[in-house]
T-cell receptor, first 116, second 108 residues
């Protein structure tokens, strides 16, 4: 299994509080992703990173920010949590992407976040 | 409209049956992934393919680029195959799109 760890695994927080989720990898993969998974929706991309300090927005980025100061860590921050951000969050990593050199996606075990 | 559509959404089979899960997509792709999500929630990569067919144990994945369609087959299904199977594609702009998954239950 790819070395990818998410923390915390479960979090309950109140509306309006800041929350940070951490993704840590030991694979030295270039690409890291944050997804959210909700019933009736496929995995939806929040933000992704293609290198240290290189990040970009996904389709559901509003209300979220990310940082990647080291290859191995990718942080997802909810500056002021809302109930609509109650979800399961998955981090994923991949070594490469592109027409000539796609590589598999490896997922963390997920973080279940509840905003009350 | 989703870029990736899976069918069926739910599937129940008897142990030993041959199972097919379908994935159709509407964008040009560089690769297609099949993922498995167990009831505990973890997601595992099963296959990544851009043409033809791949086999791993009792699992077979095929893709037809011209028809924009892929299938995942499970031979001699077993209760431990019960999971959600997710199809994902990488478009030519290197973006991932995910299907909503097919929930498979294999009954002993």
């Amino acid at each position: 299994d790819a070395g990818i760890t998410q923390s915390p695994r479960h979090k309950v927080t109140e509306t309006g509080t800041p929350v940070t989720l951490r993704c840590h990898q030991t694979e030295n993969h270039r690409y890291m992703y944050w997804y959210r998974q909700d019933p009736g929706h496929g995995l939806r991309l929040i933000h992704y990173s293609y290198g240290v300090k290189d990040t970009d927005k996904g389709e559901v980025s509003d209300g979220y920010s990310v940082s990647r100061s080291k290859t191995e860590d990718f942080l997802l921050t909810l500056e002021s949590a809302t109930s609509s951000q109650t979800s399961v969050y998955f981090c994923a990593i991949s070594e490469s992407i592109g027409a000539l050199n796609n590589s598999p996606l490896h997922f963390g075990n997920g973080t279940r976040l509840t905003v009350t | 409209k989703n870029e990736v559509e899976q069918s069926p959404q739910n599937l129940t089979a008897q142990e030993g049956e041959f199972i097919t899960i379908n994935c159709s997509y509407s964008v040009g792709i560089s690769a297609l992934h099949w993922l498995q999500q167990h009831p505990g929630g973890g997601i595992v990569s099963l296959f990544m393919l851009s043409s033809g067919k791949k086999k791993h144990g009792r699992l077979i994945a095929t893709i037809n680029i011209q028809e924009k369609h892929s299938s995942l087959h499970i031979t001699a299904s077993h209760p431990r195959d019960s999971a959600v199977y997710i199809c994902a594609v990488v478009n030519t702009g290197n973006q991932f799109y995910f299907g909503t998954g097919t929930s498979l239950t294999v009954i002993p």
